[in-house]
């Protein structure tokens, strides 16, 4: 990089600053302002505790789910011709293309006592709505496309020869699978499952409409720190959990970092 | 193991990739399928395969009709028109993974590849990986991992097609002197006719998705059934009327020849000379002279020469 590059960095590194670099600072030196006991207080209330412990759990749920489903669509998309491909292929992208908010009112709509799966599963004594199984679910829907995305292309640059190869040589779709095309994906892959799990933890506003924002119950981490500042007016509280979750995304981030490093090292060796 | 195909014919929407194609081919033999681009000769590489369904037609080999049998059980090796190495795995892998697949004991496994290894001169490259090889060694490697099951019939789409001249001319004597040796029944896949003509022991020419000829090489060149052929598998020009090798012509004195022209040019390449004569029916035609009949004849341009074929004269 040039000298003169400096004025053009400096900008955008103080775009970077007032955007990201400064919330941050303050939300440190908010959560820590009253020393770490008082913070490490604030985490360990039996509330946020179970956020905590409800986040995890259900990204525990939804990120796993949402790989098999992510690489057995992008295998579908990628390798075979079938009729509503396309369709497939649009539905994907629906939930990152249009608002959070609307996904939730769609899933309550579809699970509320009178909606088509509610009723049957009502009747089944299934609580879709305001239980931590509709956290799950919505968090499952807005987090659906991100596997899928990344491995898609990757499959479609690989080509099918080297499992056309494996197949000559005796190899039947299981072996194939893990065999030959998981490891030419696994990078993707592994970037999808990081892109999933922070969009799963830091989802907001489809829980906040399925959920009901019962404390204890549904509330993740993220639900409880808005409704700590909001409805509590625990300032302290909120500041705390905000800085647990930020610090939970900034290490998928470094991970993240990493993978796509290690990812163009290794289209470097493929070319 | 003897392959016969049956009225092959697979159709990719409105292309026509391969249409109606029946041929045997005998066992133990290296037949060439020789095409243009796009005429369907990796098309029918994957027909026999198995990898690609007929829409009609059918693959028999050994007296076996495979028409429905799955790839992985067809017993066939086939080296890919890019290799398709397995990039995730070392050489030694690579080799080994049709065994592995078939459940064969570590140690027999270890066994197999060493030999496979040394047999395409590979051993020094056994743990690396093929983004550190050259193309030549890829190629290699594809065929060690292709003979690594002990197929009852090898298929090589292309084998040398992104190879340079040298390597290209080296490998290609090579696989005739591996074929020697193990005898599997060959289909080589080429554009290049020489190295067709060079290789193989018996030609299939294709055009558009159909066979136009098949048979011995020399034959094919000699006798070809049309100017398409004749045109494909070598040098040719137009003489009175018809296709002929350029070899075949010579030039004598005006009142010798079939034909007489004037010469527009004389292109020297060392060994051998052509001759373009503009002939007296308004056409062209070119001659191909040795470097001594050249020196011998006194030939410059704007002469008037005759023209005729080379066994029009009786000895
Ligand atoms: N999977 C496919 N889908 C659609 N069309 C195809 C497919 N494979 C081959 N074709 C078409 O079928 C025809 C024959 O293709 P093929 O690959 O067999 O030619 P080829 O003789 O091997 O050519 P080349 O020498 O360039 O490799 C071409 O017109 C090609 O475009
Ligand atoms: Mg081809």
Not at chain 2, 5 to 23: F, M
Not at chain 2, 117 to 138: C, M, N, T, W
Not at chain 2, 164 to 182: C, G, N, S, T, Y
Request: with cysteine.
């Amino acid at each position: 990089m040039g000298r003169r590059h400096w004025p053009l960095r400096g900008v955008v590194l103080l775009y970077l600053g007032v955007l990201v670099g400064l919330p941050v600072v303050f939300l440190v030196l908010k959560a820590l302002g009253h020393g770490f006991p008082a913070f490490w207080s604030e985490i360990t209330k039996p509330d946020a505790l179970s956020a905590l412990k409800l986040s995890i759990e259900v990204a525990a749920i939804a990120v796993p789910i949402n790989t098999v489903v992510g690489v057995g669509a992008a295998l579908l998309v990628a390798r075979h011709n079938f009729f509503g491909k396309r369709v497939l292929d649009t539905i994907f992208d629906v939930p990152v293309a249009i608002s959070p908010v609307i996904i939730g009112v769609a899933l309550v709509l579809a699970y509320s006592r009178i909606g088509w799966f509610g009723a049957p599963l009502t009747r089944w004594g299934i609580m879709v709505l305001f239980s931590p199984l509709g956290v799950v679910l919505a968090t499952m829907t807005v987090s659906l496309p991100y596997v899928l995305r990344s491995i898609v292309p990757v499959l479609l640059e690989l080509g099918v020869d080297q499992e056309q190869a494996a197949r000559t040589l005796g190899a039947g779709r299981v072996r194939i699978f893990w065999y030959v095309t998981l490891p030419a994906i696994r990078w993707a892959v592994l970037y999808g499952v990081t892109l999933t799990l922070a969009r799963t933890l830091g989802e907001f506003g489809a829980v906040l409409v399925v959920s009901g924002n019962i404390t204890g119950v549904t509330q993740t981490l993220p639900i409880y720190i808005f409704d700590s500042w909001d409805q509590r007016f625990d300032v302290l509280g909120s500041y705390s959990g905000a800085l647990v979750l930020a610090m939970m995304s900034m290490a998928v981030l470094a991970v993240l970092a990493l993978l796509r490093r290690r990812e163009r090292r290794l289209r470097v060796d493929l070319a | 193991m003897s392959i016969s195909l049956k009225h092959l014919t697979k159709h990719y929407g409105s292309t026509n990739a391969v249409e109606d194609v029946s041929a045997e081919i005998v066992h133990g033999s290296l037949t060439a399928v020789l095409g243009p681009s796009g005429s369907g000769k990796s098309t029918l590489l994957k027909l026999i395969s198995g990898l690609e369904r007929p829409d009609q037609g059918s693959v028999v080999i050994d007296g076996e009709d495979v028409t429905d049998v799955d790839p992985r059980h067809r017993d066939i090796g086939f080296c890919f028109q890019h290799y398709a190495p397995f990039r995730h795995m070392n050489v030694t892998k690579n080799v080994g993974f049709g065994l592995k697949v078939r459940k064969r004991s570590p140690k027999e496994i270890d066994a197999r590849v060493k030999e496979l290894l040394a047999l395409v001169k590979l051993e020094h490259k056994a743990k690396h990986y093929p983004a550190q090889l050259s193309g030549g060694e890829r190629q290699r490697m594809a065929l060690a991992r292709a003979l690594a099951i002990e197929p009852r019939v090898l298929l090589l789409d292309e084998p040398f097609g992104a190879l340079d001249a040298v390597v290209r001319a080296e490998l290609r004597h090579w696989v005739k002197e591996l074929h020697q040796q193990i005898h599997v029944t060959t289909v080589l896949v080429t554009h290049d006719q020489q190295e067709a003509m060079e290789v193989a022991d018996q030609l299939i020419v294709m055009r558009s998705g159909r066979v136009v000829q098949s048979g011995d090489p020399l034959a094919l060149y000699e006798r070809p059934a049309t100017d398409f052929v004749h045109e494909f598998l070598g040098p040719s020009t137009t003489f009175a009327g018809e296709v002929a090798r350029p070899h075949d012509l010579e030039l004598v004195s005006v009142y010798q020849g079939t034909m007489k022209g004037r010469i527009t040019s004389i292109v020297s390449l060392g060994f051998e000379a052509q001759v373009t004569v503009e002939l007296s029916d308004g056409t062209s035609t070119w001659v191909q002279l040795s470097r001594n009949e050249l020196a011998s004849m006194g030939l410059r341009v704007a002469l008037l020469v005759g023209v005729r074929r080379r066994d029009d004269v009786e000895f």
